[in-house]
């Protein structure tokens, strides 16, 4: 059974249709991104699978629970289930260690503490106060108190927005270790380098549906669209298109008798096929 | 599989960690605790009178603090701070966790409570010490301020969790709350004496808990000669109680239906 099973949801809000019949299945253990625009209904999706938001049509079933559900089977549904949201700047006033100790009295089968904070890499900080923290502490700690009650899937909102680039590298390491215990992950994100290194399965969605999912590699006939290769052929740069970039630089090479002047063979990014999916909308 | 942890014991856990940043916010505390004594010092200095015989305004005064002591602290305090932790994302935070709204309500009532004990214990030994008040000597005066503590607690904080709808923004909030409390403490007689107040006033007050809670407060720290002095010609002790539990329903009804953990 899927962890993540979606049929024909759609929300309005008012004569804007935010979500115009969005299918999503996902399987457990994957690592699943949700990429799109602002506006494009990802947000709203998202927060409707976390059960924030209620919708307008379709069926949901997340581990077996209607996000919608309430009372008792609510808080079993969300003691299997992590959320690392944007941006929250609460509880300010309480040291890291206070807060992830609290947030594990939650649950009922709660990761261990320490081990937590040693995969977020805040053992040094523990006793800081949360106000005194950096931003990329600060998302760390989101992400421990995502993670602290051992979900079996985890939502992740954005996570490495405003971070240096050696933070998110971190933070792309801290999410493979969570692949490595078989949790899956919803992951939404502006950051198609983030997506390509952390996501099995990548969905696009513009204008309210999904254009279409499929790994990063091969999104948007990524895999088997033509390759670019450029050289300079005296004082001039020329390029080709190719489905063979192999023969063509063979070819060339005979031609200039071994070295290529400028040789590249360019295919194109997850950014360039995502740019061209969703029209050339980017913010 | 162990089992999810109960919605009291959660509740007890939350007003520990309730106290616990409360008590890190040290202008806020110094000043929620002292307010009430401070403005006992400047009211019991400038009103040296006696109000009725035997009956200090300092001793009047002491029955109005504790009772819009109970406002502020509950009702005052979560109607504003309950939206600004909603614009940080906090109460979003919470509801995506297996902890059920219950247990926060809870723990914000046993930060009210605590906060409400220390406000009354300094209260009554700054009231003691330098304004002549007198405690009352009866073990039914005590039993009643018991249960006026405990429900008017209960009710502040149930009304107070259920007006922090209406402040759209943490921002906003305390330009929203602080008036209306501030008016109904003149309306209730906290700060005069209630029955040389307009009729009108009086009659407006009267729909609200903060009128029946000094009243209540009065029937512990003054001597019964004078409810015959309260526009009812009594303490009428029994609608006090009926009334505040009104309001209580109503405000745990509201809490409990329209909590708004988010922003939109």
Known sequence: MNVIEVKGLKKRYGQVHAVRGVDLSIPAGEIFALLGPNGAGKTTTVEILEGFRSRDAGEISILGFDPQTTGHAARQWRNRIGIVLQSAADAGDLTVIETVKHFSGYYSNPRDVDEVMAAVGLEEKSGALIRNLSGGQRRRLDVALGIIGSPELLFLDEPTTGFDPEARRAFWALIEKLRGTGTTILLTTHYLDEAEALADRVAVINSGLIIEVSTPAELGGRATSQAVVSWRDGSQVKTEATDNPTAVVARLSTHFGGEIPELAVIRPSLEDIYLKMIGGVHE | ?264
Do not use: H
């Open chain 2, 1 to 264: 599989m162990n089992k999810i942890p109960s919605a009291l014991n959660l509740g007890i856990r939350r007003g520990g960690l309730e106290i616990r940043q409360f008590a890190r916010q040290r202008e806020s505390v110094v000043f929620t605790l002292l307010f009430p004594v401070i403005l006992l010092a400047i009211f019991g200095s400038v009103f040296k009178d006696t109000i009725a015989p035997g009956v200090t305004f300092s001793q009047y005064f002491v029955a109005g603090m504790i009772a819009s002591g109970l406002v502020n602290t509950g009702f005052q305090s979560l109607a504003i701070t309950i939206p600004m932790e909603r614009d940080v994302g906090g109460l979003k935070r919470l509801r995506g966790t297996p902890m059920p709204a219950s247990s926060y309500f809870i723990g914000k009532a046993i930060l009210i409570a605590v906060s409400m004990i220390i406000q009354i214990a300094l209260l009554f030994g700054f009231g003691l010490l330098f304004f002549g008040v007198e405690m009352p000597t009866e073990a039914s005066k005590w039993l009643t301020f018991t249960w006026l503590v405990l429900l008017g607690s209960a009710c502040s904080t149930a009304l107070g969790i259920a007006f922090s709808i209406v402040p759209k923004s943490g921002r906003g909030a305390s330009a929203v709350v602080s008036p209306i409390v501030i008016i109904l403490q003149f309306f209730s007689g906290v700060f005069f004496v209630f029955t040389q107040l307009p009729t009108w006033m009086q009659q407006l007050a009267a729909i609200f808990p903060l009128k029946w809670l000094t009243q209540g407060m009065r029937s512990v720290f003054l001597p019964d000669s004078f409810a015959a002095q309260e526009v009812a010609k009594s303490w009428e002790t029994g609608r006090t109680f009926l009334i505040l539990v009104i309001w209580l329903v109503i405000g745990t009804f509201f809490s409990v239906r329209k909590f708004k953990w988010d922003r939109d």
